[in-house]
T-cell receptor
């Protein structure tokens, strides 16, 4: 069964460093999302992406964040200068149509020291 | 702003019991509602999706209902098993297709 994959599974970085989180959505899907979950808190929407552009972004998704679909398979989230409060589990999701089941990847656990 | 609430935060039941998990949302203008399962430290597994025009969906021992006008959904788990122990998340989709999540209910099924 097709699934969303994410790499790396864990990443530890120093505050101020740049990180790139990678996702491979399900191959025929058109809508892509990033969410994050700080330990013990709700899963929060960060950004949605369709037709090679951002559809919507939350207030969390400030100028330090960017997304890209560099080729036909990968979808990346870049954090330019990480802060301690960026420590969280980051989930990628995709769906074929905008309001169908969203399929989530296993997540990348990011720890900023 | 959409808010999704799941109460209680945790639930412990003996194996074999039928149980109901509740979810409420403040804005009834949703397109669908999705129930997820999350095991500790893991990703989200989609269990059921109910479109706003539907009243319920079933998959195996799971049945989810939706009352859009009152802003409520329930997830019914029949004959619970220890393997059902996990956190169950409810999420609603608005016009922009983003999901708004509740905090989840952590279920423990005792053998």
């Amino acid at each position: 069964e097709p699934e969303v994959t994410q790499t790396p599974s864990h990443q530890v970085t120093q505050m101020g460093q740049e990180v790139i989180l990678r996702c491979v959505p399900i191959s025929n899907h058109l809508y892509f999302y990033w969410y994050r979950q700080i330990l013990g808190q709700k899963v929060e929407f960060l950004v949605s992406f369709y037709n090679n552009e951002i559809s919507e972004k939350s207030e969390i998704f400030d100028d330090q964040f960017s997304v890209e679909r560099p080729d036909g398979s990968n979808f990346t989230l870049k954090i330019r200068s990480t802060k301690l409060e960026d420590s969280a589990m980051y989930f990628c999701a995709s769906t074929g149509q905008g309001r169908e089941t969203q399929y989530f990847g296993p997540g990348t656990r990011l720890l900023v020291l | 702003k959409q808010e999704v609430t799941q109460i209680p935060a945790a639930l412990s039941v003996p194996e074999g019991e039928n149980l109901v998990l509740n979810c409420s949302f403040t804005d009834s203008a949703i397109y669908n509602l999705q129930w997820f399962r999350q095991d500790p430290g893991k990703g989200l597994t989609s269990l059921l999706l109910i479109q706003s025009s539907q009243r319920e969906q079933t998959s195996g021992r799971l049945n989810a209902s939706l009352d859009k006008s009152s802003g409520r959904s329930t997830l019914y788990i029949a004959a619970s098993q220890p393997g059902d122990s996990a956190t169950y998340l409810c999420a609603v989709t608005g016009a922009n297709s983003k999901l708004t999540f509740g905090k989840g209910i952590t279920l423990s099924v005792r053998p």
